[in-house]
């Protein structure tokens, strides 16, 4: 009996490229995005709550031998119960906020101190950020040096990855869509999904095209 021959499956490299970097832009974006000023004040309020339920339980051990019994009647113990019930009181009211401030400001398993950090990290990413001018009559200077289009190259060789976009007349970013492309293949427009446009408008307004 013959077996049935098996179809090959073709990878789209250039595809799964930009898949990455998209799923990377995600991230940077949404560390944009994080209330630093609440994730200090948590982490601040965690680490002291955490510390004084450590402290006591230090201090039952230094008194009772090592031994922490949970339902011991001395000040030791006392102190370790209201620490300890403290801290969990903590973590019930605000440790998923916490959890989801920690993640989002959190890329590539590095935790952001601040928006700028973000900022400047989005910046230095690309290899070449390049804008060029609108169509114009023949003869016609009007705004010609004045930038219209913006690329910003992201990888190179075989996959090639890049965003291109429009800029308004404030030489902002107005429009921003991903372009793969192979060894020889053209350039070729990437759309990961809904939203995706919202999410590459807000990391290429990171950066500066000029007036």
Known sequence: ??????????????????????????????????DYDRLEELRDERQMFT?????AVEC????????????????EHGEYRR?????????EENGEEYEQLTEAATVDGELQKDADAV???IQEGPLSVEVRSDWHAPGDEGDASKPAEF??????GGPALRICGDLNEHGQPSRAYLQYQDWGTPWTDYFPGSGSGDVLLTYCQQFYFGE
């Open 1 to 34: 009996m013959m077996k049935a021959a098996t179809k090959k499956v073709e990878v789209n490299h250039a595809e799964q490229n930009g898949a990455a970097w998209y799923g990377t832009i995600c991230e940077q974006v949404a560390a944009l995005e994080v």
């Open 51 to 55: 510390d004084e339920f450590e402290e």
């Open 60 to 75: 039952v051990k230094f008194h009772h031998n090592g031994v922490v019994d949970p339902n011991g009647t001395n000040g």
């Open 83 to 91: 620490c300890k019930d403290e801290l969990l009181a903590w973590k």
């Open 119 to 121: 900022r400047e990290r």
């Open 151 to 156: 690329c910003i190259l992201l990888s190179t």
